[in-house]
């Protein structure tokens, strides 16, 4: 078969034969369909990820652990965990039984590799119980969670969306896809502080924080009240941190500001679980809910993994 085959940690994977699967006891041979390549599978193969050594400790290897593939009869299904080498950005691959779930009728497979980011967005409602009308800020809006996070809060029924990101090109675009107002983070720290507190109107409900860091210490300490009144409740659902693993959060940017901080998986359970998943389906099969992909074929894998320039879409890979 065909694959993407790293034969060295930081090297970039090649597209060449390799030996195809074959399955053992309490295993599954799955037909790839597409798989979503993310900086995580670029950081495992760089070496520099925490799990890089489960991941790349005997090559040659197969990037990738989940993606979309079908069954043997044909069933359609989102599976994780390959046997290695077997990783997924290859035309087969190799899983325990019930390592894999059902895709939906009416969800194409590259659509379906994303559908994960827009389920995290969901923790506006799971975690921080958003209210229709209540004032939404999305913390890192140009990177593709962050510009679901947007649709999903305007169909989440938020009255107001602000967002933030460094690049004032994908920031026009965020716009169009549903923001109110847009915030460069790309300035001084005075007046980033001031941007929040513009845009801010009558105080931020929720804010969805995919960076984390410098952005988010900023944030919460322009949200100190400046008076001797209480501060407005602001709920921030802690999602990512690509801006920074950690900040210095000050005791009086939570002591009298109302801020809540909570981390995405807050009010989660299979019941709640389940009906995110539902609603997300459901906006997208409708065409509601639209998803920023840039296809490539297995083949181009080498100058694909190399790329730079997809501004706020998934590179989805096609075998």
Do not use: C
């Not at 050594?53 to 043997?72: M, N």
């Amino acid at each position: 078969m065909k694959a993407a085959v790293l034969h060295e940690v930081g090297g970039i994977p090649r597209y060449e034969d390799f030996p195809d699967p074959v399955p053992g006891d309490g295993e599954v041979i799955i037909d790839v369909k597409a798989v979503a390549v993310e900086n995580v599978e670029k950081a495992i193969a760089a070496g520099t990820h925490y799990a890089a050594e489960k991941y790349i400790g005997h090559l040659p290897v197969i990037p990738a652990f989940d993606g979309i593939g079908a069954l043997p009869d044909g069933t359609l299904v989102g599976f994780g965990n390959p046997r290695l080498p077997y990783g997924a950005l290859a035309e087969k691959t190799v899983v325990a039984e019930g390592s894999y779930m059902p895709i939906p009728d009416g969800i194409d497979p590259s659509v379906a590799t994303v559908m994960a980011s827009a389920i995290t967005a969901m923790s506006m409602s799971t975690a921080a119980v958003l209210a229709p009308g209540e004032t939404v800020l999305v913390q890192g809006a140009t990177g593709v969670a962050g510009r679901l996070a947007v649709k999903v809060a305007r169909l989440l029924g938020a009255g107001r969306i602000v967002a933030t990101g460094r690049d004032d090109d994908r920031l026009r675009e965020v716009r169009d896809i549903g923001a109110d107002t847009v915030i460069n983070t790309a300035v001084p720290d005075e007046a980033l502080a001031q941007a929040y507190l513009d845009a801010r109107g009558d105080g931020y409900d929720v804010v969805a924080d995919y960076l984390w860091g410098r952005p988010t210490q900023i944030l919460l300490s322009a949200l100190k009240p400046r008076t001797f009144a209480f501060g407005k409740p602001t709920r921030v659902v802690q999602i990512g941190e690509s801006a920074g693993a950690g900040l210095a959060l000050a005791a009086a940017s939570l002591r009298t500001s109302g801020v809540e901080i909570y981390g995405a998986s807050k009010g989660l359970d299979p019941q709640t679980m389940d009906e995110a998943y539902r609603r997300i389906v459901a906006w997208t099969r409708s065409g509601e809910l639209t998803y920023d992909v840039e296809k490539v074929p297995l083949r181009d894998i080498e100058a694909a993994w190399q790329r730079t320039d997809l501004k706020g879409r998934r590179l989805v890979v096609i075998p």
